[in-house]
C-alpha cells in the first residue's frame, strides 16, 4: 500500500462539474424507467450515485434487479455489475436491458463504457 491513501493511487472518472450537479441539495430528474416492471426509476439515479460512490472497473452489486437499471448504469460507466432478481420475468428483462446497454456502449465505442 503506498500510504497515501485511495486517493492517490485510484483514480476515479468524475468531472468537476458532475460532482458539483450530483452534490446539490435537490435532483431534478425527469421521471422513466423500464416498461413492464412496477418499481422503475431513471437510470440518471443509479448513473450519478454509482459515479459518486465508486471508481473505474469496481464492482456495484443490486440485490433486488428488477428490471435492470442499475446494471445499465453500471456498464455504461464502466463499472463491474452482479444483479440478484428472485423473479424470471424481471430477470429475463434485466439481462436483455442490461446487454442492450453493453452493445450500445460497445457501437459508440465510448471512453467510459466497457
Not at 452534490?23 to 454509482?50: C, E, K, M, S
Not at 469496481?58 to 440478484?84: L, Y
Request: charged share 25%; glycine share 12%.
Amino acid at each position: 500500500m503506498s500510504g497515501k491513501g485511495r486517493g492517490d493511487c485510484v483514480k476515479g472518472d468524475m468531472t468537476k462539474e458532475e460532482f458539483m450537479k450530483f452534490t446539490t441539495d435537490t435532483w431534478f430528474i425527469r421521471g422513466g424507467g423500464n416498461i413492464g416492471h412496477p418499481a422503475t426509476f431513471p437510470v440518471d439515479i443509479p448513473y450519478r450515485l454509482i459515479k459518486l460512490y465508486t471508481f473505474p472497473g469496481e464492482v456495484v452489486v443490486d440485490p433486488f434487479m428488477g428490471s435492470g437499471t442499475s446494471g445499465q448504469a453500471a456498464i455504461s460507466v464502466g463499472r463491474k455489475f452482479i444483479g440478484i432478481e428472485l423473479h424470471k420475468k424481471y430477470y429475463d428483462m434485466a439481462v436483455v436491458n442490461i446487454a442492450s446497454e453493453h452493445r450500445t456502449c460497445e457501437l459508440e465505442k465510448a471512453s467510459n463504457c466497457i
